[in-house]
């Protein structure tokens, strides 16, 4: 099993910035793809970013410029996000690819965390 904690949400005036990070853990072998995605009430979750094992991103063309995502050593996924507008207010998710010590492939959401974008 895997843990995914998110954490950095909350409120934020429009132009301003914010972090939210993704912690995994649990018996895991390895990561393969991470990413971040969002929802709003009567949408669909959609993509925000992604990025490989080898450190290729990918961003949704209405955060390209101005969110990055990153990861480091200790299985965490990053997503810096600035000159926020009210229209990124979502619940946003941390996705987590892997394989299982048992080489079994896994695919794992967190809770998610709110991000509001209001002045």
């Known amino acids: 099993q895997m843990q995914l904690v998110e954490s950095g949400g909350g409120l934020v005036q429009p132009g301003g910035s914010l972090r939210v990070s993704c912690a995994a853990s649990?018996?895991?072998?390895?990561?393969?793809?991470m990413g971040w995605y969002r929802q709003t009430p009567g949408k669909e979750r959609e993509l925000v970013a992604t990025?490989?094992?080898?450190?290729?991103t990918k961003y949704a063309d209405s955060v390209k410029g101005r969110f990055t995502i990153s990861r480091d050593n200790a299985k965490q996924i990053y997503l810096q996000m600035n000159s926020l507008k009210p229209e990124d207010t979502a619940v946003y998710y941390c996705?987590?690819?892997?394989?299982?010590?048992?080489?079994?492939?896994?695919?794992?959401w967190g809770q998610g965390t709110q991000v509001t974008v209001s002045s």
């Open positions: 996705n987590v690819q892997g394989w299982t010590v048992g080489w079994r492939k896994v695919e794992y």
């Open positions: 649990g018996n895991i072998r390895s990561l393969n793809t």
């Open positions: 990025i490989s094992s080898g450190g290729s």
